[in-house]
């Protein structure tokens, strides 16, 4: 079994930062890719970052959010955060289980508020 476990979201002001952080454990082989989407209110989950082969951004964040990641963790700072940066975050991972074939696994989702 793969777990993603996720921290680090809350309530901040527009301009503030936040950073979150999510860690793969469980009969892991291999990890090909972490990064993270977002879901925000009446919307489709969307790619935020993504940290593989490349590393990729949405558009919308470029600039502003980094990815890093330290084995089985991966880290999502976020600066100069706005209103519509408002969502709830997913962790992501493509895992190569010890006993199991290439997989995408989510984290449980963490809420990000952007308000004054």
């Known amino acids: 079994q793969v777990q993603l476990v996720e921290s680090g979201g809350g309530l901040v002001h527009p301009g503030g930062s936040l950073r979150l952080s999510c860690t793969a454990s469980?009969?892991?082989?291999?990890?090909?890719?972490m990064g993270w989407y977002r879901q925000p209110p009446g919307s489709q989950r969307e790619l935020v970052a993504r940290?593989?082969?490349n590393t990729v951004y949405a558009d919308s964040v470029k600039g502003r959010f980094t990815v890093s990641r330290d084995n089985a963790t991966v880290y999502l700072q976020m600066v100069n955060l706005k209103p519509e940066d408002t969502a709830v975050y997913y962790c992501?991972?493509?895992?190569?289980?010890?006993?199991?074939?290439?997989?995408?696994?989510w984290g449980q989702g963490t809420q990000v508020t952007v308000s004054s």
């Open positions: 940290s593989g082969t």
């Open positions: 469980g009969s892991i082989f291999s990890i090909t890719a």
């Open positions: 992501y991972a493509g895992i190569i289980g010890l006993h199991e074939p290439f997989a995408n696994y």
